[in-house]
Structure formats: structure tokens, C-alpha cells
């Protein structure tokens, strides 16, 4: 068949690597993609949240699926769109209906819905620029550290840690009052803060039956040690050591079952990628944030280890027949490591060339900002490369990701030099 993949960073190459090692994926577009798609599918010059274009696309190529990447579509209401249209309504779209995605698009919404569903997660307050003072306030309840969350979508950046109540107070103003992630912090969610490890839960669902993905752990900040500014992911580490089967159970139990049943019982259409981001306090899981896809760098962690065919998956996620399937999982550990620009997460250069992707050996680069000029692969974006590697240990394949990294160049290129050490 001939799919449609929406998207352009890691994730979208990581996807269409695994998607084109399907029986059932005669052609694979990738709308935009970047110069790693490019050497494994069709790229198409084709804007994501541009639904009249894609739908033309969809019907001139006689395209038979749709995957959608990244979260805007979905939160844009990209499956609703196809659903009531006749002429593109027998096109299955890999992903929520608008309803769904706002488990994503609003961390108010999300919350409520944990709530609602005895789902456990930390306590919270929502707050509007009216109500401004209240959310000082509020704050004067806490210990800190003090949680920020911008209600909307703001790529990955829009959370606050803060340790200190008066910069805390400061901040919930610049985010309310001063817009600081624009209209995303319309509203701001206050947390408390949970003192624990991290690591990422990835749910398939058709809307009754769920399977549970690899696990993976990600590493937000840009300094070592965890140090810096939050990034969109510096790198990753699949499966989670500390994820035990008496943890996981815990996590099956009282997080994705009642995950899935809210979705049913309220009748909320999903079809598609459950991130679940989990907090570890103690040994019991709490749910930080839902998102509506799969994580970006984690995607290039836990594709490699699904031995599934995932065009195969898709098909049974879009009759409701996922039951039917059973999940094959590499047992080796999978690492990956972000190769970013200079000057990344705040301003950067693009347009360096890269060199040395030629001489990699015994790892998978996938592509995350990446273009072609004049027959050169340049960068493209702050997060420019991820380059996976297998070893039975998680060790052994972060030792073989930082070997090939020395064989890359561009300009001010820069990457951790301790993703997992926290883990050894």
C-alpha cells in the first residue's frame, strides 16, 4: 500500500525506517521530512497542518494510510478532518481524534481526565491572567520546587522548575500576564513537584484493546549532569533498568488500564500512540503528562527494538483488531544520542555542512533537522542528528553511539557526553 507519513524530525525517519521494513508498504511518502527520509522514501514539499493540501495529495497518489508524526496535526484535528470527508473517510489516519489529542494539547484537560479516571498524578491548580494573584498564592501552599506548566502546546518547552517562590511568582507572570510562550501560557497549570526518576511509557490502543511498547528513558537537558536549559531530547536509552516487572505491572494496572477505559467510557475516538511520561517516586508511577504521539528522541530507541511488523500493527489499529497481534521485542538494550547545533535550545545556525555520516558502521543515524543543499546533507534545525546503536547492555551501545560520533562534523556541532551514566 501507499502510505502517507506526516512529519520531519527524528521520529518521522526513525518511523519510516521501520515502516519500510513492512511487507505491506509498497511506497512511502514523508511530508516534509529531511535529507534521512529522503535517501529511504519520497519527500513531499507538503505542509503537515495544511489539511485541503494533504487531502489532494492523499487522492492524486491514491494514498492508503495516513501516520501522523508530530502532535500539531492531531491537536489541529487532522483524523476528525478525514473522518467527515466522503471522499477521504476510508483512509485510516494513524493517530486521535481532536477530542483525544487534547490529552496533549491541554495539560488542564489531561489532568482532569486523570482525575476523573483515580488516575494518580500530582496535585495541581489551573490559572488565568485574571486570576494571576490567586496563582501567587497558591504557590505560597508548595514546597519547593515550584512546577510551571503552559497549558497548550509549546514544542517541548513550556515547563518551569523553579526552586525559589519569588522567581516562581515572577515567572507565572511573565508566562499569564507578559506571554511568554505566547498563547500557550494563556493559561498556566501549577504542580506539585514530585521527587523522583523519570522514564516514558508508549501505548498502541485501536480505542478497546492496547499494547505496551519498550520502555525508554530521555534526557531533556542540554548540559551534562542534567544541567541547563530543557531541550526537545539529547538523548535516550531503551529499555529502562530500573522498570522492573513488579514496577511495570504497577504502571499496566493503575495508569495505561484506566488510561484506556477513560477513553472508552467517554467516548473519546483514539487510534494511534499513548505517551505516557512517569514519574518514579519511590516504587509507585505517577503520571506527569500525557502526549499524543510517539516521544522524539525516544522514537529512535524503541523502533529499533520492536521486531514487529508495524505497517501490520497500524492495519489492526485501524480495523480494532489490535488484539489479534502479538508484539515481538529485541531483547538487546538500544541507545541514542542527540547531535544538536551550536547555541541549541536558544538561537543557532543552520545550514553546516555534515560529514562523516558515510564511515558510520554498526549504528543507525536517523535525522532530525537535516536538509539537501547542493547535493550536501547541511543541518537544518537545533536538534540535527540521533545516532542509535544495539548492545546487549545499554552500556555497550552507548559506548558504540559515541565512537560513531566522533566520525561526524559540522560546525559548533555539540552533543551530552553522559546520556545513561546515570543509570551505570
Not at 524530525?9 to 511506497?27: D, F, I, N, P, V
Not at 511568554?180 to 497549570?189: D, E, I
Not at 529502562?240 to 513488579?246: I, L, R
Not at 484506556?260 to 511520561?277: C, D, M, R, S, W
Request: charged letters at 20%; proline letters at 5%; hydrophobic letters at 40%.
Amino acid at each position: 500500500m501507499t502510505i502517507l507519513l506526516l512529519g520531519s524530525g527524528g521520529r518521522e525517519h526513525a518511523l519510516a525506517w521501520k515502516m519500510l521494513q513492512s511487507t505491506y508498504c509498497s511506497q512511502l511518502f514523508v511530508a516534509p521530512g529531511n535529507a534521512g527520509t529522503a535517501t529511504i522514501a519520497t519527500n513531499v514539499d507538503l505542509n503537515p497542518n495544511d489539511f485541503p493540501a494533504v487531502k489532494q495529495f492523499c487522492l492524486d497518489h491514491q494514498v492508503a494510510m495516513v501516520v501522523v508524526g508530530p502532535e500539531d496535526p492531531l491537536v489541529n484535528g487532522i483524523y476528525d478532518f478525514f473522518k467527515n470527508d466522503p471522499t477521504l473517510a476510508a483512509i485510516p489516519v494513524i493517530g486521535p481524534s481532536k477530542e483525544g489529542a487534547q490529552l496533549e494539547g491541554s495539560k488542564e484537560y489531561a489532568k482532569q481526565f486523570l482525575v476523573r479516571h483515580n488516575i494518580p498524578t500530582a496535585r495541581y491548580e489551573s490559572f488565568t491572567p485574571e486570576t494571576v494573584d490567586q496563582g501567587c498564592a497558591f504557590l505560597e501552599t508548595l514546597t519547593a520546587p515550584y512546577v510551571l506548566k503552559a497549558d497548550g502546546l509549546a514544542a517541548g518547552k513550556g515547563v518551569l522548575i523553579l526552586s525559589d517562590l519569588e522567581e516562581a511568582k515572577t515567572e507565572l507572570r511573565n508566562m499569564l500576564v507578559h506571554a511568554k510562550f505566547g498563547t500557550a501560557s494563556a493559561k498556566v497549570v501549577i504542580e506539585e513537584f514530585l521527587s523522583g526518576i523519570e522514564l516514558s511509557c508508549f501505548v498502541l490502543t485501536d480505542g478497546k484493546s492496547y499494547k505496551i511498547l519498550p520502555t525508554a528513558k530521555d534526557y531533556k537537558r542540554i548540559g551534562e549532569g542534567d544541567t541547563g536549559l530543557n531541550t526537545g531530547g539529547m538523548g535516550a536509552v531503551s529499555p529502562v533498568p530500573f522498570a522492573n516487572a513488579e514496577f511495570m505491572e504497577k504502571v499496566e494496572t493503575r495508569i495505561v488500564k484506566p488510561t484506556i477505559a477513560g477513553l472508552q467510557q467517554e467516548n473519546i475516538e483514539y487510534k494511534g500512540f499513548v505517551f505516557i511520561g512517569l514519574i518514579k517516586v519511590g516504587n509507585d508511577p505517577y503520571v506527569i503528562e500525557y502526549n499524543v504521539r510517539m516521544g522524539d528522541p525516544e522514537t529512535e530507541v524503541v523502533m529499533p527494538r520492536l521486531q514487529s511488523d508495524l505497517v501490520d500493527i497500524f492495519t489492526a489499529i485501524a480495523h480494532q483488531k489490535l488484539d489479534e497481534i502479538e508484539l515481538a521485542i529485541d531483547p538487546r538494550s538500544a541507545t541514542t544520542i542527540m547531535v544538536v547545533s551550536g547555541g541549541y535550545p536558544e538561537d543557532y545556525e543552520k545550514g553546516k555542512v555534515i560529514t562523516g555520516l558515510e564511515i558510520v558502521t554498526d549504528s543507525i543515524v536517523f535525522h532530525a533537522g537535516t536538509t539537501i543543499q547542493e547535493s550536501q546533507v547541511v543541518s537544518n534545525g537545533g536538534r540535527v542528528l540521533a545516532v542509535t546503536s544495539y548492545g546487549e547492555t545499554y552500556q555497550e551501545a552507548i559506548k558504540k553511539s559515541y565512537q560513531n560520533i566522533a566520525k561526524l562534523h559540522f560546525d559548533k556541532m555539540y552533543f551530552r557526553k553522559d546520556i545513561g551514566f546515570d543509570l551505570f
